[in-house]
């Protein structure tokens, strides 16, 4: 029974699965075994990992199950009692896994997830996630316009939320939840998972001296109609399950700013269709975002002070100007 167990959630991308898994078995620690979950890729990935890398667990999907339904897979393949979830456009610093193992002997208690700090591939110098944020009108941050050496990544310390793309759950906490929302697919599944985490009692540790150098967009690019899709839908479905009526009241006015505004540049892309389609299918899927959001409310305790607590506060229209800004590589 390994301590942790490795997921790696896997579509065409063989491009970066050697670099990743070179800095994994390069790690001064080896209580861990490996899970490779294949989304149905087409790019000889299996083919790969079963010739260089025979020690690697691989589970195949018949399609494509997104990165919620995928890692769901894996989950429940794992023997861990910890879950390590990694992207494959990633590369572990050589003492990770055994600062992550070094701080799970420490915790008193499983209600616990641990961030790694995430690093840029091409600049280990610049923050790829430092410990996500959600802004009150339920946009993302990741402090990825801080340096590394920032004295905010100094200390272990406790965040809002974990990024999916590096993020270590204890099983038990996981099989609590349910696992990831299958309805998401892909993008936000990682903030609803950390939001019902902590709806239940769970902490979220940044963990400064766990490196984890991460590319970006290796399957889909930022600006991609497909990422915009699910950035549009999840969003609202994100407000619908989590956001107290209160919290919904007052940011009202930003959340129609939000829409008009990516109505607008979304439509500039050549991708109003899309953005359109995003909306109805989330309008249609109300019904089912409101029954989840009665069992999420029925078992937490979590005022509406507390849940604004977890939420970054900045100037709206600071933000705003940073969101158009053509200079910015939009993640969600």
């Known amino acids: 029974m390994p301590l942790i167990s490795i997921i790696i959630l896997n579509y065409n991308g063989k491009k970066h699965l050697q670099t990743c898994f070179e800095s994994i078995f390069s790690q001064n620690f080896s209580d861990f075994e490996v899970i490779l979950v294949d989304n149905n890729s087409i790019?000889?990935?299996?083919q790969f990992i079963e010739k260089n890398y025979p020690q690697i667990v691989i589970v195949r999907n018949e399609k494509n199950l997104g990165f919620a339904g995928g890692n769901n897979v894996g989950i429940a393949r794992a023997k861990g009692e910890w879950i390590f979830l990694l992207n494959n456009d990633t590369a572990l610093a050589p003492d990770c896994l055994a600062e992550i193992a070094k701080n799970i002997a420490d915790g008193k208690q499983k209600?616990?997830?641990?961030?790694?700090?995430?690093?840029?591939?091409?600049?280990?110098?610049?923050?790829?996630?430092?410990?996500?944020?959600?802004?009150?009108?339920?946009?993302?941050?990741?402090y990825e316009d801080?340096?590394?050496?920032?004295?905010?990544?100094?200390?272990?310390r406790k965040i809002s939320l974990a990024c999916g793309g590096a993020v270590v759950f204890s099983k038990e906490l996981l099989n609590k939840l349910g696992?990831?929302?299958?309805?998401?697919?892909?993008?936000?599944?990682?903030?609803?998972?950390?939001?019902?985490?902590?709806?239940?009692?769970a902490e979220i540790w940044m963990l400064?001296?766990?490196k984890?150098?991460?590319?970006?967009?290796?399957?889909?690019?930022?600006?991609?109609?497909l990422r915009m899709y699910y950035s549009e839908r999840n969003r609202f479905w994100l407000k619908?399950?989590?956001?107290?009526?209160?919290?919904?009241?007052?940011y009202t006015p930003h959340f129609f700013v939000c829409l008009f505004s990516s109505l607008l540049l979304w439509t500039y892309r050549g991708a109003f269709l899309t953005w359109l389609k995003a909306y109805i299918n989330a309008l249609l899927g109300i019904s089912k975002m409101l029954k989840k959001r009665r069992k999420i409310f029925s078992e937490s305790k979590v005022s509406t002070a507390d849940f604004e607590s977890w939420l970054l506060k900045e100037s709206f229209f600071k933000w705003l100007k940073s969101l158009v800004s053509p200079s910015i590589n939009i993640k969600r």
């Open 146 to 156: 801080k340096s590394a050496d920032d004295s905010l990544f100094a200390e272990t």
């Open 111 to 142: 209600q616990l997830v641990f961030a790694p700090l995430m690093l840029r591939f091409d600049d280990p110098e610049k923050i790829d996630s430092g410990g996500d944020c959600l802004y009150p009108w339920c946009y993302g941050y990741k």
């Open 212 to 225: 984890v150098l991460h590319k970006g967009y290796a399957t889909i690019t930022s600006a991609s109609a």
């Open 240 to 250: 619908i399950k989590h956001y107290p009526l209160w919290t919904l009241l007052k």
């Open 43 to 46: 790019d000889d990935s299996i």
């Open 208 to 210: 400064p001296k766990a």
């Open 179 to 201: 696992g990831f929302d299958e309805d998401f697919f892909l993008i936000y599944e990682d903030v609803d998972l950390s939001l019902r985490a902590k709806r239940i009692g």
